[in-house]
């Protein structure tokens, strides 16, 4: 995760990039919209491009991860 990573996170973003990164795999992780947005500096679009890795069953944890995300802007 971090070699796709072209921007400086903080500690809550990257515990929730972790996360993700657990939950989806390395690979899909760095070809993420998440990762994507991040590189590109809009940290709103990429907190919300969590939400596009969820399912009825992981909802919350999305929202959670996204929260965290959010959490030092």
């Known amino acids: ?5 072209k921007v400086m996170v903080n500690r809550a973003q990257a515990d929730a990039l972790h996360s993700l990164c657990h ?9 993420s919209e998440v990762v994507h947005y991040l590189n590109q500096g809009d940290h709103i679009r990429a907190a ?3 939400m596009n890795w969820t ?3 992981l909802k919350k944890r999305r929202q959670a991860e996204k929260a965290l995300f959010l959490a030092e802007q």
């Open 1 to 5: 995760l971090e070699s796709a990573l």
């Open 23 to 31: 939950n989806i795999g390395p690979d899909r992780m760095v070809r």
């Open 48 to 50: 919300d491009a969590f």
């Open 55 to 57: 399912n009825p069953g």
